[in-house]
């Protein structure tokens, strides 16, 4: 007895092979593109995060650090 998505036309991961993994071409695409925009995601994320829980103790958060004491 078929399952009920064969019946339909196939289901989720056949539509995935007919739009992406169908031409090798696409896929290599699909794929290195996946992989930036995921390190770009998973970068801003974890900036923010190392951000919120620096808030004060980072270089430029420390206003007399780096400066010259003026000679008056």
């Known amino acids: 007895m078929e399952s009920v ?4 036309g196939g289901g989720i991961f ?6 992406v993994m169908r ?3 696409v896929y ?9 925009l995921g ?6 994320g974890v900036h923010k995060i ?3 829980n620096n808030v004060g103790k980072r ?3 420390i206003p007399v650090l780096g400066q010259r004491p003026s000679e008056e």
């Open 5 to 8: 998505s064969r019946r339909r």
């Open 14 to 19: 056949e539509s995935l092979y007919k739009v």
């Open 23 to 25: 031409r090798n071409s």
């Open 28 to 36: 290599v695409t699909f794929i290195i593109a996946g992989a930036f």
């Open 39 to 44: 390190e770009r995601a998973i970068d801003y």
């Open 50 to 52: 190392w951000e919120a």
């Open 59 to 61: 270089y430029e958060d």
